[in-house]
């Protein structure tokens, strides 16, 4: 009997268990929805600058039509060519303005304005003293007017613009120096737009990510670790939660630890491959452009007919991730006529050979890689080589500003790898309409330019512009959760339901 009776109490007690979970449940679910009816109703309740952007993937229709449809898919984003049936139309592009003949769209002249910008005196060891620089005279600059340290060379280049913009920010206090006026530093926190954080991490990952064997950690992990370190002790940080903070990651592997800590900072990137989406997104950073590591096609009087080579690409075939197409590519196009289809790298005149052989194509490929960006479509639009676009995830520099379907041509990847497709497309692209898209080429590709000192309309100033947009967002505060009377009733009622049903 006294087992039958310790078997009743269990059962008794399992219904309780279960009965308790299952209001609790519900209690969970309905105050979800009362939080989402508060959020949809009140402006500041989420703070939407936080929230990723839809993503706008270029598409091209199976058709073998080659008109063009330009659609505006979301204000931030810029215009792509889409590839549709002759039946479409094509809208017109909005009138755009302040990049010369080269049409950008949107009506916000926020970035018109002089971007205020703190920068923190780090010591040398984040930034110039990477590239073995000695501070002298107590100061952790160097005296731009004596001498300006040299970046390395090679592939080092492609993620430098933490360098360049550094060098700018400099710049702006020494009288004499001439260079364009997007940015200027000021020493008073409380006057600035935003915070500049000169970690030069893309140039520590690529020098000092590896562990030595008398080291239990690379000086790239202890360097972010004391850089998280120094910015959650500041007052600046402290007093935005670092939202208004500006910090550069260029390279797809720098700032992997201290990311996921320095999260609510603007961050400067090369693409989103790498990043989730509550770490990084268009809504909340910046894309910025690789610096282009072959030669600029100065004094360009080719034409369409003087470049023999219609399709062209060098480097690496064999990546991971996204990458796989260059590997379909490869086996598509190796024995193509008017195909340039190689391995390649920056060994043995590398960089020269791939200038020469862009300066000589009329089209480019950018496929993605790793990531969905590369260095490839920079090198392209200096050489005046029409882009091709194989990357269904890339985000563009300066696109909300920017429409990239005037000088470049974007493939979905599913229909790149399909046999003869991608050859049928750029073949069916005639001499006129090549012609237009080269002129364009030659327009924006100052835009994409970094240089020292900085001048008007190149990438530097171009990135700067880019922050400031960002800068209303960054004053958007987040308003507490107050309950309402139908809210504290409902907590009240759960409470007393839970109390009565859930003792043991």
């Not at 970035?111 to 703190?118: R, T």
């Amino acid at each position: 009997m006294a087992e039958k009776h310790s078997s009743s109490s269990l059962g008794i007690i399992s219904r309780k268990s279960m009965l308790c979970l299952f209001l609790f449940a519900s209690a969970l679910f309905m105050l979800s929805w009362f939080f989402l009816l508060r959020s949809t109703s009140s402006a500041g309740f989420i703070g939407l600058s936080l929230l990723p952007h839809p993503k706008l993937n270029p598409l091209i229709d199976n058709g073998n039509s080659a008109s063009w449809n330009r659609k505006d898919v979301e204000p931030s984003i810029g215009n792509r060519a889409i590839l549709v049936d002759n039946e479409g139309e094509e809208e017109k592009p909005q009138k755009k303005d302040d990049l010369g003949d080269v049409k950008c769209s949107g009506s916000d002249n926020n970035y018109k304005q002089v971007l205020k910008i703190f920068m923190y005196d780090l010591p040398s060891e984040f930034h110039f003293g990477l590239l073995d620089w000695k501070p002298q005279g107590g100061s952790v600059w160097p005296d731009l007017r004596a001498k300006v340290p040299e970046y390395p060379g090679g592939l080092n280049l492609q993620h430098s613009i933490e360098y360049w913009l550094t060098l700018d920010l400099l710049a702006s206090e020494v009288p004499g120096i001439p260079r364009a006026g997007s940015a200027v530093r000021v020493r008073n926190s409380s006057e600035a737009d935003v915070i500049f954080v000169p970690f030069f991490s893309s140039l520590c990952y690529n020098r000092y990510s590896k562990v030595n064997p008398h080291q239990k950690k690379s000086k790239d992990k202890l360097l972010q670790e004391k850089l998280v370190k120094f910015l959650t002790s500041q007052k600046e940080w402290k007093r935005s939660g670092g939202r208004d903070h500006v910090l550069l990651a260029h390279h797809p592997n720098s700032m992997l630890d201290a990311r996921v800590k320095l999260w609510p900072a603007i961050f400067i990137l090369a693409d989103f491959g790498r990043y989730p989406p509550n770490i990084a997104n268009v809504g909340k950073d910046v894309i910025a452009p690789y610096k282009h590591v072959i030669r600029s096609y100065v004094n360009d009087s080719s034409n369409f007919d003087s470049r023999p080579t219609l399709l062209y690409f060098q480097g690496a075939i064999y990546r991971k991730d996204g990458g796989f197409a260059r590997q379909e590519l490869f086996y598509l196009l190796k024995d193509e006529k008017e195909v340039h289809f190689q391995f390649g790298s920056v060994q043995k005149d590398g960089v020269g050979k791939a200038s020469q052989g862009m300066h000589s194509s009329k089209f480019c490929l950018n496929i993605a890689g790793d990531t969905p960006s590369s260095n490839r479509l920079f090198d392209a639009i200096a050489s005046h080589c029409v882009p091709v676009i194989i990357s269904d995830d890339i985000e563009l520099p300066y696109e909300n500003v920017l429409d990239y379907s005037q000088f470049c041509i974007f493939v979905r990847t599913s229909d790149a790898v399909r046999e003869k497709f991608l050859l049928n497309l750029i073949r069916s692209i005639k001499k006129d309409e090549w012609t237009r898209m080269w002129k364009r080429l030659k327009e924006v590709e100052n835009f994409f330019e970094f240089q020292y000192p900085s001048r008007e309309g190149d990438a530097v100033q171009m990135i700067w512009q880019a922050v400031a947009r960002k800068v209303p967002a960054i004053s958007v505060t987040f308003e507490p959760v107050i309950y309402g009377p139908h809210e504290v009733l409902l907590l009240e009622k759960v409470r007393n339901s839970m109390n009565s049903h859930c003792r043991f």
